[in-house]
């Protein structure tokens, strides 16, 4: 299975972005998913994460500004960034768990996001 992640770019403060994950190479489904971030000089952290059971969670600085989802059918996980602002600027990654019974970790390879001011 591989994730791969598209959708980052450069925008400008305000603007929006939307970030997809796709999982392929295999038959099983994602189960849980997550989006993280790295910046520079900074430790990688928890941006939103999708539970088993379709709950959502976002760590407080991106809350109201950003959205996670999930399309089953494609076996794709999203993050709707708006109100994008330059302390946004990092390269995301997506992780995600997939499978039945037995789950499997993956991460995608990441993909760059800018913000200017």
């Known amino acids: 299975v591989q994730l791969q992640a598209s959708g980052g770019g450069l925008v400008q403060a305000g603007g929006s972005l939307r970030l997809s994950c796709a999982a392929s190479g295999g038959v099983d489904s994602i189960t849980a998913a997550g989006w993280y971030r790295q910046a520079p000089g900074k430790q990688r952290e928890l941006v939103a994460d999708i539970t088993s059971g379709g709950n959502i969670n976002y760590v407080e600085s991106v809350k109201g500004r950003f959205t996670a989802s999930r399309n089953h059918g494609l076996n794709t996980v999203y993050l709707q960034m708006d109100s994008l602002r330059p302390d946004d600027t990092a390269v995301y990654y997506c992780?995600?768990?997939?499978?039945?019974?037995?789950?499997?970790?993956?991460w995608g390879q990441g993909t760059q996001v800018t913000v200017s001011s």
């Open positions: 992780h995600a768990y997939v499978g039945v019974g037995t789950l499997y970790s993956y």
